[in-house]
Structure formats: structure tokens, C-alpha cells
């Protein structure tokens, strides 16, 4: 790697050998997860240094993102500064983002940290390892659909979801201030259309059927959040939550229908402009905000590295999460396709898939220093759970859980759904702080208001 970039040293042990080095890429749902525990352990017996690298210098877990969108959720709450979890759990962090990685050579560089104005605060760096673990997670794929990436807005970052949360709001004020201007002018509608009927579409959609009803309480009088917003779901394909059973999308069809959101289904999008989606069928949709929720690819960073990697870039992995190209390189979570057992299937962009890999990668970790062969990684489906906000929860347990696919609904499944971010903080801090961070969200929730204005 010929560069000029500052090269971080090695740790070396008072004999003079060097400690194996562990590089995390990606501090996210996943690799966040995967440095805390091997810090615990591993870190803090010093059988080997613990390196986290992320673009970013705090860490929020991504399924929180639509309610950030929607304004239910301060983000500014749920962040978690790296630097202070690596401290408290004895590994290294560096901020910045990867930008390639010399296998040769056996290390990655590091772009340098810019502050607003472009000046750099830190160097390009270049970071030396033994054993590097890819988790730089997804991006939105737009499928190249004309005006799509320029007109609509992702979820995938604070940053958009923070200005998906403030065009909506300029909207509604927008919308009722025509109204104050004549006393006889009616309320100017608010399109929103959010493209994609998986998930975080659907999820998405019921968040923001009540940040609309909230808006209409705090002050948007005028507004009338069933009529005046209109919220349209638009999926390609015959019916949305394509992956699981068909009567939970069905079930969520209806309840959608009962929030008044428009769910098209079987019409593929075919453009985007800044006032409208156009789709295959001939329809014109009228769109004040659109969203584009419908599908991911792994950034283009991991695409030079000459791994073996599928369609969307996510690069090929054993069921040890070791890359088929190269074994000193593990990849998990959305950036690795991993077979699912014997199904054909691979296993699916999960939190809680990343959660298992992290588990099952610790494990490896200890036994790769020990020189013992590695853990086979085995998904566990426990079922996928809807949030429809404020209103609902729908979804299926499987597996060893209930031995086979049950769905639920209403109290328990908000309940599970809910535990599931609550499985991530207790990784990322124990049983403890988990329990007092609900109990301020409990009472901050029950302090402050329901939507975030400003
Ligand atoms: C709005 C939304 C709702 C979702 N809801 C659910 C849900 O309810 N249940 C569920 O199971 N899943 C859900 N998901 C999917 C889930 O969030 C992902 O499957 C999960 O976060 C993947 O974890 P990961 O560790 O692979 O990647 P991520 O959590 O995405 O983390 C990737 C990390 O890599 C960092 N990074 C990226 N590129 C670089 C680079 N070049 N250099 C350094 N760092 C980099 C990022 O900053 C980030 O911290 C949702 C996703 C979205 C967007």
C-alpha cells in the first residue's frame, strides 16, 4: 500500500511479540455488538488488541431510523459515542471510512475525518491487521429507476431520516398556512409516497399516519391528519411483506387500510420527479415527499477488494462467516451472504441475523487465537415482527420459540418488538443499564412531545 497515511503501530507484549490484532469494520447492529464482547474478554486480557473503525462516531441501531423519520424517536437519545463504549470495554476506536484494503499487505486504509468547512481533523490512516471482520452493513438500492436516487430519500443514515422528519413537518405547515391566508381556502393535501413494501415501507407508513395525527394536536389545527395527509405505499410486487406468510400480509393490508394509508400493490415504479411517481401501470402519483424504501446493495467500497461477492455486492462467505476468497477475512451481517442451512436461501438483512453472527463470531475469535477449528454458523429464524407504530404490532414467531409459524398481534407483539432494541442494549451495556435507559425512555416519552418539532 503506497501511501503517505500515518500507519498505526502494533501492540507489542513485554517479550517483544506482537498482540494479534482484531479489526472490526462497521460498529453497527453487528460489529458494535461483536467489539464490546470481545473487548470484555479478549481485549481486557490483552490475548489481543480490538480495533473498531466507523464513518461515523456514534453508533445508533439502524431499525430505529423510520420512527427518527417520522419524528417519534429524538435520535440525539439513542446515541451511543463509540469512543466512550470503547473505553468502557476495552477496545480501540478510529473513526473514519474505509476506503480499500491490501490483502497483500494485510491492511485497510482509512479516509480522513473533515470538519464542516473541509478541514481535516484527522489524517488519513493505515491500519495493520491479522484478522479483519467486514460489517459495513447496506445502502438503499434504487435500482438505477430514473430520478430515484435525486428525487426520493433513503433511510439508512440520522442525517436523512433527520430531513425526512423536517420536510414532512415544513409540509404540514405549509399545507395549513394557505388555509390562514382565506378563511375559505381548504387545507392543501400532503402527498407522501413511500416506495417499498417490506418492512421498514410498512413500518414507515404507520409511523407517519401518526406523526400526522400528533402534528394535527400540537398546533397544525387545521390540519386534518386522515384527509388532509395522504400517505401511499407502492410495492412491485403481488403483495407487500413479500418474506413472510401470506396471511400476515394480509392482516397487515387491512390494518393499514384502517390508517387510511393507500397500499398499491403489483405496480412497479418506473420514475421519480420531484413531484410525483410515475409507475409501470401509467399512474401519475402526486408527491410532496417521496421514500424510497425498496431494497439494498452493499457500498461500492467492498467491490475492489477482489472477494468473491453476489448481484448486490454482498461478499460470499463459508458457514464459519469467513469470505470463500480469503480466510483472514470474516464478513457478517448485511454485507455478507451467508448460506441459510440447507433452504437455497441466504440468510436474510436482519438485525437479528446480526446479532447471531456476532455471537457466533466471538466464539470463533477465541478459537481462532487458540488455534482450534472455527464455529459453524447456524440462523435461527425466531420470526419478524411489524410495528405499525403507535397503533399495532403484527408478526410470526418460529422455531424452537413455538415450534412452528404462529402469527401475533396487538400487546404481545408490541411488547416483543420493543424487547428486540432491548436485546441490543443489553449486548452493548448488561441487563442493568438496559433496564434503567427504558425506564428514562419511559419517562421521557411521558415528558416531552410525541413528535419532534423542531
Ligand atoms: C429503517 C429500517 C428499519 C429496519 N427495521 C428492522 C427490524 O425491525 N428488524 C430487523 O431485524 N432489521 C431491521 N432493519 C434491518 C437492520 O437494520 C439491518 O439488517 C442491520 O442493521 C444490519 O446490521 P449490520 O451490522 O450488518 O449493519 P449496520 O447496522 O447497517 O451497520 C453498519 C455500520 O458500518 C458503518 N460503515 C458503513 N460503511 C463504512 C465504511 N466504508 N467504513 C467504516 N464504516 C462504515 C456504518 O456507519 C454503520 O455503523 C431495518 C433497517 C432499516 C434501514
Request: charged letters at 20%; hydrophobic letters at 40%; one cysteine or more.
Amino acid at each position: 500500500m503506497n501511501s503517505p497515511a500515518y500507519v498505526i503501530p502494533k501492540e507489542r507484549r513485554s517479550t517483544g511479540q506482537e498482540i494479534h490484532r482484531i479489526v472490526v469494520v462497521g460498529g453497527g447492529a453487528g460489529g458494535l455488538e461483536l467489539v464490546t464482547q470481545l473487548g470484555d474478554s479478549l481485549g481486557r486480557s490483552k490475548k489481543a488488541q480490538i480495533i473498531l473503525v466507523d464513518k461515523s462516531a456514534t453508533h445508533i441501531w439502524k431499525p430505529l431510523l423510520h420512527e427518527v423519520a417520522a419524528g417519534s424517536m429524538d435520535p440525539s437519545a439513542h446515541q451511543l459515542e463509540y469512543v466512550a463504549q470503547a473505553r468502557w470495554h476495552n477496545f480501540e476506536f478510529y473513526q473514519g471510512a474505509m476506503m480499500d484494503v491490501s490483502r497483500d499487505e494485510k491492511c485497510l486504509r482509512v479516509a480522513p475525518v473533515l470538519d464542516e468547512n473541509q478541514n481535516p481533523i484527522l489524517p488519513e490512516r493505515v491500519i495493520p491487521y491479522d484478522t479483519l471482520v467486514l460489517a459495513i452493513g447496506s445502502v438503499t438500492n434504487f435500482f438505477n429507476v430514473p430520478g430515484a436516487e435525486k428525487h426520493a430519500m433513503a433511510v439508512d443514515t440520522v442525517i436523512q431520516a433527520e430531513t425526512i422528519r423536517r420536510r414532512i413537518l415544513s409540509a404540514c405547515m405549509r399545507s395549513q398556512s394557505g388555509a390562514f391566508l382565506s378563511a375559505d381556502a381548504p387545507v392543501k393535501k400532503v402527498h407522501l409516497v413511500i416506495i417499498g413494501g417490506g418492512a421498514t415501507g410498512v413500518e414507515l407508513a404507520a409511523e407517519l399516519r401518526n406523526t400526522a395525527e400528533v402534528l394535527a394536536a400540537y398546533g397544525l389545527h387545521k390540519l386534518d391528519p386522515q384527509k388532509d395527509v395522504q400517505i401511499t405505499l407502492v410495492e412491485a410486487g403481488p403483495r407487500i411483506l413479500p418474506p413472510l406468510p401470506e396471511k400476515i400480509s394480509i392482516e397487515t393490508t387491512r390494518l393499514l387500510g384502517y390508517l387510511n394509508i393507500d397500499v398499491m400493490t403489483g405496480d412497479r415504479v418506473t420514475q421519480v420527479t420531484p413531484d410525483a411517481v410515475l409507475t409501470a401501470s401509467g399512474k401519475s402519483l402526486p408527491s410532496d415527499l417521496t421514500v424510497w424504501a425498496g431494497g439494498i446493495r452493499v457500498p461500492a467500497v467492498l467491490h475492489e477488494m477482489g472477494l468473491e461477492t453476489n448481484g448486490i455486492g454482498q461478499i460470499i462467505v463459508s458457514n464459519t462467516l469467513q469470505s470463500v476468497s480469503d480466510k483472514n477475512i470474516f464478513a457478517f451481517g448485511d454485507c455478507a451472504a451467508c448460506a441459510w442451512g440447507d433452504s437455497g436461501k441466504i440468510v436474510p438483512p436482519r438485525a437479528q441475523a446480526a446479532h447471531q453472527q456476532a455471537s457466533t463470531l466471538v466464539k470463533s475469535m477465541h478459537r481462532l487465537l487458540a488455534k482450534k477449528s472455527l464455529p459453524v454458523f447456524t440462523y435461527r429464524d425466531y420470526g419478524s415482527l411489524i410495528s405499525l407504530g403507535n397503533y399495532e404490532a403484527v408478526g410470526n414467531l418460529m422455531g424452537r420459540m413455538v415450534g412452528r409459524s404462529v402469527k401475533i398481534q396487538g400487546f404481545l407483539a408490541r411488547m416483543l418488538y420493543l424487547s428486540l432494541y432491548r436485546n441490543h442494549q443489553m449486548a452493548l451495556h448488561g441487563f442493568f443499564r438496559m433496564a434503567v435507559d427504558a425506564l428514562v425512555d419511559w419517562l421521557r416519552h411521558n415528558t416531552k412531545p410525541r413528535v419532534k418539532l423542531h
